[in-house]
C-alpha cells in the first residue's frame, strides 16, 4: 500500500525557516517524480515544487522561488521541502504528492501538515 | 497564464441524483486532466486521469470526459459518500493547476 506521511509542520514567525519531511512506503520511491502542493482556504490548492525520481531536476512556483528547496533521500524513502524566509501568505496545509506513472498529475498524496506563519 | 474555473462553486442534491460538474480551461489542454475528491479534513484522492479515465478502486458511478478546454465529471447515482468538494487539475511536464473546487452536499 503506498503510503506519504508528512511531518515537520508547526508555528514559524516572518522572515523563519522551517523543514518539511515526507517519509514514503508501499513503493520503489527512487521511481518516481514527487511535488510539495500547498492548500489554503483563500486560493485553494497550489502547486509548489517538484523533483525528478533522481533529485537532477526541480522546478518551483514563481512565489517560492528562491525561498524554498526541494530534496529528496531515496536511500531513506523522503522528500524534503526546505521553507526560509517565509512570509505570512505561506500558511497552508502541506501535501507531498507522488506523480502518477505515465500522466503526469498526482496519484498518491499524504495527509498534510499546517504550516502557520505568524509573530 | 493557465486557469481553470469549475462550476458551479456548491450544489446540493438528493441520494439517486445524477450530478455533473464542469471545468473550463483558458487554454486548450487536449486530455491532460485529473478529478480529485476532498473530503473535510483529508488529503485529495484521484478519481479520474486523462479526461476520462477511472482511477484504481473508484466506484463505476464516477466519470469523466471532455478535451481541449471544456470537461465533465459526473457521478450517475449521488451517494450518501460523495458529500465532498471536488476538484479538476491540468497537468503537464512542468506543473499542475487546479481549479477553485465544487462542494457537493447532500439534502
Known amino acids: 500500500e503506498v503510503q506519504l506521511v508528512e511531518s515537520g509542520g508547526g508555528l514559524v514567525q516572518p522572515g523563519g525557516s522551517l523543514r518539511l519531511s515526507c517519509a514514503a512506503s508501499?513503493?520503489?520511491?527512487?521511481?518516481?517524480?514527487m511535488s510539495w502542493v500547498r492548500q489554503t482556504p483563500g486560493k485553494g490548492l497550489e502547486w509548489v515544487a517538484k523533483?525528478?525520481?533522481?533529485?537532477?531536476?526541480?522546478y518551483y512556483v514563481d512565489s517560492v522561488k528562491g525561498r524554498f528547496i526541494i530534496s529528496r533521500d531515496n536511500a531513506k524513502n523522503s522528500l524534503y521541502l526546505e521553507m526560509s524566509n517565509v512570509r505570512p501568505e505561506d500558511t497552508a496545509v502541506y501535501y507531498c504528492?507522488?506523480?502518477?506513472?505515465?500522466?503526469?498529475?498526482?496519484?498518491?498524496w499524504g495527509q498534510g501538515t499546517l504550516v502557520t506563519v505568524s509573530s | 497564464d493557465m486557469q481553470m474555473t469549475q462550476s458551479p462553486t456548491s450544489l446540493s442534491a438528493s441520494v439517486g441524483d445524477r450530478v455533473t460538474i464542469t471545468c473550463r480551461a483558458s487554454?486548450?489542454?487536449?486530455?491532460?486532466l485529473a478529478w480529485y475528491q476532498q473530503r473535510p479534513g483529508k488529503a485529495p484522492n484521484l478519481l479520474i486521469y486523462?479526461?476520462?479515465s477511472l482511477a484504481s478502486g473508484v466506484p463505476s458511478r464516477f466519470s469523466g470526459s471532455g478535451s481541449g478546454t471544456e470537461f465533465t465529471l459526473t457521478i450517475s447515482s449521488l451517494q450518501p459518500d460523495d458529500s465532498a468538494t471536488y476538484y479538476c487539475?491540468?497537468?503537464?511536464?512542468?506543473?499542475?493547476?487546479f481549479g477553485q473546487g465544487t462542494k457537493v452536499e447532500i439534502k
Open positions: 523533483i525528478k525520481f533522481d533529485g537532477s531536476e526541480r
Open positions: 504528492a507522488r506523480r502518477g506513472s505515465g500522466w503526469w498529475g498526482a496519484d498518491y
Open positions: 487539475q491540468h497537468y503537464n511536464n512542468y506543473s499542475w493547476t
Open positions: 486523462k479526461a476520462n
Open positions: 508501499g513503493f520503489t520511491f527512487s521511481s518516481y517524480w
Open positions: 487554454q486548450s489542454i487536449s486530455t491532460m
